[in-house]
């Protein structure tokens, strides 16, 4: 009796024994919970402190998810979702969260909840990395409260606190159109009576700075909504009315990334139909300018395209300007003035004369010989600060001058407008029209929130850089040309 009792103890013993080590076992095959010991206070923007780009709710989310991981071996450390109210969208949501001392990959995904846009997969609390960047969205709409936007930083927890801001990314391009009719149709009656985006994309790659094309791409024509007069004028001197408010309409479109070669059946395009005194014609226009090599044809990702359509008669020309802004949220981007440090104003090397001088032939003589085309005083033009500003040129005389659209060289894009940045931009400035005998005049300035720069102050030794007599104005003028 007692060995049986023995042999059942001993035998408890050893179950007891072989549990507890399988417990153990088992213990040390979960990882442990990382010590969050350091606080990441996070910012997540939509909108720049100063942004002339944004039209409607497009620069706002109603929805965002934020998810936080190890870079090292991927592990998620927090996931959160915000919930904004429809008629009150944010621009921008700070949080704080405790995450252990490790650098950081930040995710920020907006607007996920609006109904036109379909994900490829559902975005829960235990989403992965890998599923992040496999992501793909479908839109159908495109409404401009319910674009969708994608974050991505790497943060370094090198402190028990660290502050951190996350901008985030519009996966959609925005087309502003703006309709003018040439100098030409002046005494003609010209209408819109439609305009429309040929080869819209409907479905894009959500990882952040991806400029791959989902495939298939899906594919549509959509037809804009006119929200200017359809009676269309000349182009006005001052183009400070170049914003996006006063577009006469707008698309968006994912990117849709073209040949660089030539057109194909995919290659995006504007196709109007104008009515010049009660007959239709149809006009067709890529998204692109002589000059322009890098993206040519090209719509890309959070990008605003200026979109200056000049229509002449009776050949059917379409000319196109595009000014291509990049729609980026810069990190600690802050408002102010522009000071006279901030912008300079030179003439365009290797083509200096017609700047130094203010004087624009047309027809031009080039080596000898009269050429049937304007000359063109060249400049060029750089903003450097504060970030986010837009800059625009104005011409008082726009019936007799015009900016140029062709750059003095192959791969230069002359504009008339342009954001501050790194960038050094072309402006041109021609003639439109034969020298009559007259002399006609122009006066050139450049603005900036409405306020004309100092771009031709008095220089020491008392005279201007430029011919003029103000401190904002440079005066240019059409003269007949000397043999």
């Known amino acids: 009796m007692i060995n049986r009792y023995n042999i059942i103890i001993a035998l408890l013993m050893l179950l007891m024994t072989s549990f507890m080590t ?18 990441l206070l996070l910012s997540i923007r939509a909108k720049a402190a100063v942004d002339d780009l944004s039209k409607n709710g497009d620069s706002k989310f109603t929805s965002l998810l934020i998810y936080i991981f190890n870079k090292a071996d991927g592990t998620r450390e927090y996931s959160g979702s915000v919930i904004a109210i429809a008629s009150d969208p944010l621009e921008e949501y700070s949080i704080s969260v405790n995450v252990s001392p490790q650098t950081k990959i930040i995710y920020a995904v907006a607007n996920t909840t609006n109904t036109d846009n ?17 992501l793909t969205v479908t839109s159908q709409n495109f409404p401009d409260n319910g674009i969708m936007m994608i974050g991505k930083k790497e943060v370094v927890m090198d402190s028990e606190f660290v502050t951190a801001e996350v ?5 959609a391009a925005r087309l502003d159109i703006y309709l003018f009719k040439n100098q030409d149709l002046q005494t003609s009656q010209v209408r819109v009576v439609s305009a429309q985006l040929v ?29 200017q007069s359809t009676t269309l004028t000349t182009m006005p001197s001052d183009m400070s009315g170049i914003v996006p408010e006063n577009a006469h309409t707008s698309f968006y479109t994912y990117q849709n990334i073209a ?13 109007l139909v104008i009515n010049i005194d009660g007959t239709d014609f149809t006009y067709r226009g890529y998204f692109t300018d002589d000059g322009q090599t890098a993206n040519k044809y090209s719509l890309m990702r959070n990008t605003v395209y200026t979109v200056i359509a000049m229509l002449t008669h009776p050949d059917n020309l379409l000319i196109l300007k595009i000014i291509p802004m990049p729609w980026t949220v810069n990190e600690s981007q802050t408002g102010g003035s522009v000071t006279d440090a901030d912008f300079s104003l030179d003439p365009w090397t290797g083509d200096p004369q017609g700047a130094q001088t203010g004087v624009i032939h ?9 050429l049937d085309e304007t000359s063109y005083a060249t400049y060029s033009f750089k903003l450097t600060a504060p970030l986010g500003k837009r800059w625009t040129a104005t011409l008082t005389n726009g019936y007799d001058f015009t900016f140029g659209t062709e750059g003095s060289s192959i791969g230069i894009i002359p504009v008339s407008q342009g ?9 041109r ?4 029209k034969y020298w009559d005998g007259i002399e006609k005049t122009t006066n050139m300035y450049i603005t900036v929130d409405g306020q004309k720069l100092n771009i031709n102050p008095v220089q020491p030794g008392g005279t201007r850089k430029y011919p003029g007599n103000s401190d904002t104005e440079i005066t240019l003028v059409q003269t007949g040309y000397e043999q």
Do not use: F, H
């Open 22 to 39: 399988s417990c153990s076992e088992s213990d040390d095959s979960i990882p442990e919970e990382p010590t969050k010991d350091a606080k």
């Open 118 to 134: 379909s994900l490829s997969e559902r975005l829960g609390a235990n989403v992965t990395m890998e599923q992040l960047e496999a």
């Open 167 to 171: 901008p985030m990314e519009r996966l």
């Open 199 to 227: 080869n819209q994309i409907k479905n894009s790659n959500v990882s952040y700075k991806n400029n791959a094309m989902v495939s298939p791409i899906n594919k549509a024509t959509v037809t804009g909504v006119i929200n």
């Open 259 to 271: 040949g660089a070669s030539a057109p194909d059946d995919d290659t995006p395009y504007l196709r």
């Open 362 to 370: 047309y027809p031009t003589v080039v080596n000898g010989n009269a």
């Open 419 to 427: 954001i501050s940045g790194d960038t050094e931009y072309q402006i």
């Open 429 to 432: 400035v021609g003639a439109r």
